[in-house]
């Protein structure tokens, strides 16, 4: 890569290291992904890399972040709530900048930064839920759907690899994955609905900046938080049972 991505404002050889060639080309489709990097690369290498902050720092930091977040939103304060949810996005860009600009990779690491995505996955949408049932705008069955949904999502993720590449099928249910980049290079198909759903129903995507824009309830004259949350409850649940049916299918077709 010969030129910087628009808005990286950081020099080329430093962008090569923390915002690396790989990065770009998974995160690229990401909505809320590629605008937050143009802030996390500047904040990380002018500033947070020279006062000597810690990947793992930023990290635990995070995780209150994410607390913080569930605290507003289950208070009825939707929009300090969002506004947070888009801040952990910056964050969860940022330590995994300073580790690539530090050289400070580890396995520990990498473990507090899928606990920090599993948490705040279990945290945005039900903590949200919880607001919106005590504030009376949705019944304790959308809540309960709610916890469910993203309970079953954070359990099933990991648990898929395909490793039958003569199966078309197959190669597009393998893309559906996070790891699973190399897949999507072989398949635009599922590479495109890769990123489709992602988009929408992870962090990242759109979910952050819609559930900004929809708190700002005195613009509108309906509330639209229900709505939403309804929305991403029952995508969750069919996300979860296309994930089971994709696990089925692997392992009747792979054998």
């Known amino acids: 890569m010969s030129k910087k991505p628009w808005g990286i404002f950081v ?3 430093i962008q090569k290291i923390i915002y690396p060639k790989e990065k770009i080309e998974y995160e ?3 909505i809320l992904a590629t605008l937050s ?3 996390s690369v500047i904040l990380t290498y002018y500033i947070l890399n020279r006062i000597k902050i810690s990947a793992n720092s930023v990290s635990f930091f995070s995780f209150f972040v994410s607390f913080f977040c569930l605290f ?3 208070n009825s304060n ?4 969002s506004l947070l949810a888009c801040f952990w996005s910056l964050l969860d860009n940022i330590d995994g900048e300073l580790a690539r600009l530090q050289k400070s990779s580890s396995n520990f690491g990498a ?11 279990m945290i945005l949408f039900p903590s949200l839920s919880i607001g919106l049932y005590r504030d009376g705008l949705i ?3 959308l809540m309960i759907l709610t916890f469910f949904s993203l309970s079953l999502f954070i359990i099933l993720r990991p648990f898929f690899d395909a490793n039958n590449k003569n199966s078309n099928f197959i190669l597009i249910i393998a893309c559906q994955f996070k790891n699973s980049f190399n897949y999507r290079k072989k398949s635009k198909m599922g590479s495109f609905i890769f990123y489709l759903w992602r988009n929408i129903f992870t962090q990242s995507g759109v979910n952050e900046i819609l559930l900004v824009l929809l708190s700002f309830t005195p613009v509108f004259s309906v509330n639209f938080l229900p709505k939403i949350l309804f929305f991403f409850s029952f995508g969750y649940f069919f996300i979860n049972v296309g994930i089971l049916i994709s696990l089925i299918l692997h392992n009747i077709l792979s054998k």
């Open 78 to 81: 939707y929009l300090f709530g």
């Open 37 to 39: 990097r143009r802030v």
């Open 28 to 30: 690229g489709p990401y």
């Open 139 to 141: 019944d304790f069955k």
């Open 111 to 121: 473990f507090l930064e899928k606990l920090n995505t599993n948490i705040f996955y």
């Open 72 to 74: 507003f939103l289950i």
């Open 11 to 13: 020099p080329l050889k």
